[in-house]
């Protein structure tokens, strides 16, 4: 079974606009990572937030962390055509046993109209 | 400096034939990872390398499946028997894992059609 799980499974937006995607997740995590996919390609790491960050950012990427309920937001602000893709969030579990395996959800289908 | 890579992009075989998926990590990266992907789907973890230690297996499907990785460095994913819920990409990732970094660099992926 998957670890997290993003919400919406699919957005669609005009360029400009702003954009969510959040992640929810059921066991205690060491950090929680956003990639992003375009199609046909790899996977692309975004921004990584430890469990005990609440905000970071980097660019136009906004990743808050709210552990007490389990939950990620990832906020593309002023949208471009080229953030169309695929954005999945990764947990990794807390630490015990040296374990480093993040674990994906199935991830959030974002499309950018220009 | 070079990513992961991944050989072959894309192969197609017929049920019943034996595949092997080739990674490249990048080098000094002590983490590999395979995971599969089907159409519109997250990533299914199978199996991960850290180092010298033993490999967690655990995402492993059945015992159709099986991987290496030789010398620390290059993996194959191997699939004996191939079925046609087989067909899937199959990505590998490295990362440098250590208490500060968690990354993973991702391979374009092989697209595998089983038919």
């Known amino acids: 079974s998957q670890q997290g799980e993003e919400d919406p499974q699919a957005l669609s937006i005009q360029e400009g606009e702003n954009a969510t995607m959040n992640c929810s997740y059921k066991?205690?995590?060491?950090?929680l990572q956003w990639y992003r996919q375009n199609s046909g390609r790899g996977l692309v790491h975004l921004i990584l937030i430890r469990s005990n960050e609440r905000e970071k950012h980097s660019g136009r990427l906004r990743v808050t962390l709210d552990t007490s309920k389990k939950s990620s937001s990832l906020l593309i602000t002023a949208s471009r055509a080229a953030d169309t893709a695929s954005y999945f969030c990764?947990?990794?579990?807390?630490?015990?046993?040296?374990?480093?395996?993040?674990?994906f959800g199935r991830g959030t289908s974002l499309i950018v109209h220009p | 400096g070079a990513g992961v890579s991944q050989s072959p992009s894309n192969k197609v075989t017929e049920k019943g034939k034996d595949v092997e998926l080739r990674c490249d990590p990048i080098?000094?990266?002590?983490?590999l990872y395979w995971y599969r992907q089907s159409l519109g789907q997250g990533l299914e973890f199978l199996i991960y390398?850290?180092?010298?230690?033993?490999?967690?297996k655990s995402g492993l499907p059945s015992d159709r499946f099986s991987a290496e990785r030789t010398g620390g460095s290059v993996s194959t994913l191997t699939i004996q028997r191939t079925q046609q819920e087989d067909s899937a990409v199959y990505l590998c990732?490295?990362?440098?894992?250590?208490?500060?970094?968690?990354?993973?660099?991702f391979g374009p992926g092989t697209r595998l059609t089983v038919t």
């Open positions: 390398f850290q180092g010298n230690s033993a490999p967690d």
């Open positions: 080098s000094g990266h002590t983490a």
């Open positions: 066991t205690s995590i060491n950090n």
């Open positions: 990764a947990t990794v579990a807390s630490l015990s046993g040296g374990s480093y395996i993040p674990t």
């Open positions: 990732a490295s990362s440098l894992v250590s208490a500060t970094s968690y990354e993973q660099y």
